[in-house]
């Protein structure tokens, strides 16, 4: 088991035990990882942080834990069109809950922000409820990027 800080078992092992899975050393380093880091990372981020507390772990290895803990919920996964998937966690103390993203494209910054203005919330609850009226489709979450230049980007220019 990877080194750990702070006291007393970490969030997730109650979680863990709640959905019938084991808590093995990968799946436990890369929520290790996540719950570090305020950055969305890369699979190849993720791996080579996990590579230093666990070195005979491989890449598959993180792309299918990645994958299950999606599935669980821990992690969500996002892609910024740069080609690699992002991973955040999106449970626990650290995770900054639902929120949205402004995604630079020039120098890859990604702003997480929870502050939504009156309007947005507003335009959102009325789109979900109008889709799921006209597509008899239950929405449970929504994922909304803005993508554009970053203060330091748009100054540049
Ligand atoms: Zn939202
Ligand atoms: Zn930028
Ligand atoms: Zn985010």
């Not at 190849?44 to 792309?63: A, C, K, M």
Request: charge should be positive.
């Amino acid at each position: 088991m990877p080194k750990r800080f702070g006291v007393g078992p970490p969030w997730w092992h109650g979680r863990f035990r709640e959905c019938g899975y084991r808590l093995t050393t990968p799946r436990e380093s890369i929520l290790d990882v996540l719950s570090k880091t305020s950055k969305h990372l890369s699979a190849e981020d993720i791996y080579l942080e996990v590579h230093n507390i666990y070195p005979t772990i491989g890449l598959t290895t993180i792309y299918r834990t990645l994958g299950l803990l999606v599935q669980m919920g821990f992690v969500s996964k996002f892609d910024f069109g740069d080609g690699r998937a992002r991973y955040e966690l999106s449970m626990g103390p650290k995770s900054v809950g639902h929120h949205h993203h402004l995604v630079c494209t020039s120098c890859g910054r990604v702003i997480d922000y929870t502050d939504f203005i009156e309007e947005e919330k507003e335009l959102l609850s009325k789109t979900e409820k109008e889709l799921s009226k006209r597509y008899n489709f239950k929405i449970s979450n929504h994922l909304i990027q803005f993508y554009g230049l970053c203060e330091r980007c748009k100054n540049k220019k």
